[in-house]
């Protein structure tokens, strides 16, 4: 079945980069997603990848896709404060656009 | 817009009693989806609705129904609730030629005793 799998937890000291990683299963997925979550809140879509691109970057986000291996990450540069949060990683069913799955969250701790 | 809302934002039922959750959008999205956030299970779907007048199974939908009479609101209905059911509850809208583009709102937190 698909099964989408990252790290739960993650701490980086302020101003470096972060990195966020998924594997995901559907070989036949046509976008990834990266979701934040800031305490108390919804889900905010940060950047979404195709799944024939490499590399996609948006300012301090860059994603990385290997399709090979099925894995995803999710670089920020320079990370602040305010990058804390819960990042979600997802991915379409096959050609079912109605139907994402979502990772269980990697929660990123900013250290002073 | 306000984009997506929910109501109520926070609920605490008994066993065996009923409530409706409401999501509403403005953003006149032809797809809406109920989601249940679980601690370490990520974000799981529950229903989902591609037009006014459909729903359709997600992947946990034993215990809810939903219905979608305008295309604007989508209601996920909980008939006799059970501890189980104590999780926080997303609603999110798409376009359907932009289902990576889905919209969420506040949540809504369910406890259900």
Redo the contacts between chains.
Sequence with gaps: GED?EQS?FLSVREGDSSVINCTYTDSSS??L?W?KQEPG?????LT?IFSNMDMKQDQRLTVLLNKKDKHLSLRIADTQTGDSAIY?C?E?VGNR????I????TRLHILP | NAGVTQTPKFRVLKTGQSMTLLCAQDMNHEYMYWYRQDPGMGLRLIHYSVGEGTTAKGEVPDGYNVSRLKKQNFLLGLESAAPSQTSVYFCASSLPDSTYEQYFGPGTRLTVT
């Design positions: 989408v739960l046509t976008y997603y979701y809140a919804g889900l905010q879509l979404y979600f997802a379409n656009d109605d139907k994402i979502f990772g269980k969250g």
